[in-house]
Each structure stands twice: as structure tokens, then as C-alpha cells.
């Protein structure tokens, strides 16, 4: 299981908490209550054999959710679609759905914009294979890669974060962390 918690729901009075779960599915908690906000669910046709979550990040600016999987799929949601306290649970539709690889995704984390009014979302994919990657999300949900980082030498990358002074850390299996 991953957790990711909405840092700026957290600082407007709201405390939202996302987790990832093996059996390919996420919920959204509202902590302060707590109660459960959201539950993804599967169609019947996938419930079999769909691969587990192994991460999730959000991203308040734009209001955005990613979640990763062992089998190598990343999943984009747009959180403004996430029922109200007082509707009654809906389906969430992905807005962008990409692989770059069969290998799977360990961490993700959305860098922070740099101009208030971008229109795309930059997202840090970790992956078992030691290719991690940066990826632009546009508001219609195309994915492009924008940056590859190869350091890695084929052992797994398990964190991948954006520092303050926009360097890529990661660290993973061969136990070095590594500044891009």
C-alpha cells in the first residue's frame, strides 16, 4: 500500500489522504472525520489478475491524482471530479493512462509548477527497471516524456523527489542516492 496526502487540502482546514492498494484500487480519506470519501472500483472483466498499486502522489495546483502499478501503468485523475461529501459515490474517469515499460512503478511525485497558470503537470515516475523518468501531463491528458534519467544501471528506483532548488533526487536498489 502507498499513501499520499493533499498538503494544500491540509493547509486550507481539510486533511485528504489518498492510498494505493494491491488489489489495483485507491480510496480518498477525509482524515479529519474520518471517513472514507471515494473508493475506485474495477470493472468485473478487469477484478481478475489486474495488477496492484504501488504508488500515488497527488497534486493539488492542478488538481491532479497519478497512480502506478506493478505491471507498469500509470494512471492520471482529475480530483475535482471526486463526489462531495454529499453526493453519492461516482466512477472517476482517467484523464491520461500511459507505460513506458512492463516494469514497475515504485514511486511518483508531481513537480511543482513553475508558472501559476501552466496548463500541464510534470510527473516524476520511478520504476523497478532503473529508467526512471519525467513526463508532462497537458490538460487534454497526452503524456510526452521529457526527460530520461539512466544512472541507475538497471537496479530498481524506489524514490523519486524534486527539491526547492529543482534538482531530481532517487535513490533505489544498488543504495546510492542520485542528484539530476
Do not use: C
Not at 75 to 99: A, I
Not at 108 to 132: C, M, Q, R, W, Y
Amino acid at each position: 500500500m502507498a499513501v499520499d496526502q493533499d498538503s494544500a487540502a491540509s493547509e486550507a482546514g481539510a486533511s485528504v489522504i489518498y492510498t494505493a492498494l494491491q488489489n489495483g484500487t485507491f480510496n480518498v480519506f477525509d482524515a479529519r472525520a474520518p471517513r472514507l470519501v471515494y473508493a475506485s472500483t474495477l470493472p468485473a472483466s478487469a477484478r481478475k489478475g489486474f495488477p496492484s498499486l504501488l504508488s500515488i502522489a497527488s497534486d493539488p495546483l492542478s488538481h491532479s491524482l497519478a497512480t502506478g502499478s506493478a505491471a507498469g501503468i500509470v494512471n492520471v485523475y482529475d480530483t475535482r471530479q471526486l463526489p462531495s461529501s454529499s453526493e453519492s459515490p461516482s466512477s472517476l474517469s482517467t484523464l491520461s493512462s500511459f507505460k513506458q515499460s512492463d516494469s514497475s512503478i515504485d514511486d511518483l511525485f508531481f513537480i511543482p509548477p513553475t508558472e501559476p497558470a501552466s496548463n500541464n503537470s510534470k510527473l516524476l515516475v520511478a520504476t523497478g527497471d532503473g529508467f526512471p523518468f519525467q513526463v508532462s501531463i497537458s490538460a487534454e491528458g497526452k503524456p510526452t516524456t521529457v526527460e530520461e534519467y539512466a544512472a541507475h544501471a538497471d537496479e530498481g528506483v524506489r524514490s523519486i523527489r524534486f527539491s526547492s532548488r529543482g534538482d531530481v533526487w532517487t535513490a533505489g536498489d544498488d543504495g546510492l542516492a542520485r542528484k539530476y
